[in-house]
């Protein structure tokens, strides 16, 4: 993954919740003070199947708000692969320097909110 910017990409780790017990997230965000954006890619590893961690999900959605008072939106859903058990949000673009993320799991790739089941977070991010 390639960032460009002036102090370069700042790189997190957050643990898995009950849910993914074993699941670590490396989360990188190249934050654009003038342009109040951050581009972010999400790596998550040690990932059960969505279907083991509640049956019938099928996706795992990442969200993200700026703050506790406001709705969570859609960012994007992980590309999974059962064989290394695996999942990533590849680069893309949040309109928030600073903000909160959350990956749940899904039973569809656009539910209009995130479920109860969350993977991951919620945890500040910027």
């Not at 890619?41 to 959605?61: M, N, T």
């Not at 999942?87 to 909110?113: D, M, Y």
Request: glycine share 8%.
């Amino acid at each position: 993954m390639a960032f460009a910017g002036c102090g370069g990409p700042s790189e997190q780790t957050a643990e898995g919740t009950r849910l993914a017990p074993g699941a670590d997230a490396r989360i990188t965000a190249d934050v654009d003070a003038d342009a109040v954006t951050t581009r972010l890619a999400v790596d998550v590893a040690h990932l059960a199947p969505p279907e083991r961690i509640e049956a019938g999900s099928q996706q795992f959605v990442v969200w993200q708000r700026p703050s506790s008072a406001s709705a969570w939106r859609r960012v994007g859903v992980l590309d999974y692969h059962a064989g290394n058990r695996r999942g990533r949000l590849t680069e893309t673009t949040v309109p928030h320097a600073n903000f909160e993320l959350l990956i749940t799991v899904e039973k569809q790739s656009n539910p209009p909110s995130p479920s109860s089941a969350a993977i991951i977070g919620p945890t500040s991010v910027g």
